[in-house]
């Protein structure tokens, strides 16, 4: 059985940062893409960033590009979103997200909900003073 398990969520001032990781266990793909979304109160699920296992090719949303950074290490099969410069409105439930077949890029950007079929619990990330 697939298992996405996040952690790091937490309370942090404007400003701060926080990183994010998440670990997929009984996953026996070596080619996939993981992803982080996150879903606001009262908002959709969007999709945050990605990242591909075989090249490294990833995506950010405008929203967080320059302030946040997603790495992946395969041999863990462990994704991390660095979180810097967080703002109030970063303020949301971020789920990890992880399919064998979706590529993630620039040009696929973090893709559909439908198109991943493993998701994490998610983790609570409250930007607040």
């Known amino acids: 059985e697939v298992q996405l398990v996040e952690s790091g969520g937490g309370l942090v001032q404007p400003g701060g940062s926080l990183r994010l990781s998440c670990t997929a266990s009984?996953?026996?793909?070596?080619?996939?893409?993981m992803g982080w979304f996150r879903q606001a109160p009262g908002k959709e699920r969007e999709g945050v960033s990605c990242?591909?296992?075989?090249?490294?090719?990833?995506y950010s949303a405008d929203s967080v590009k320059g302030r946040f950074t997603i790495s992946i290490d395969n041999a863990k099969k462990t994704v991390h979103l660095q979180m810097n410069s967080l703002k109030p409105e970063d303020t949301a439930v971020y789920y990890c997200a992880a399919d064998p077949y979706y590529y993630c890029s620039t040009d696929n950007g973090a893709g559909e909900l439908h198109e991943y079929d493993y998701w994490g619990q998610g983790t609570q990330v409250t930007v607040s003073s």
């Open positions: 990242i591909t296992s075989t090249d490294n090719s990833t």
């Open positions: 009984g996953f026996p793909f070596e080619h996939y893409a």
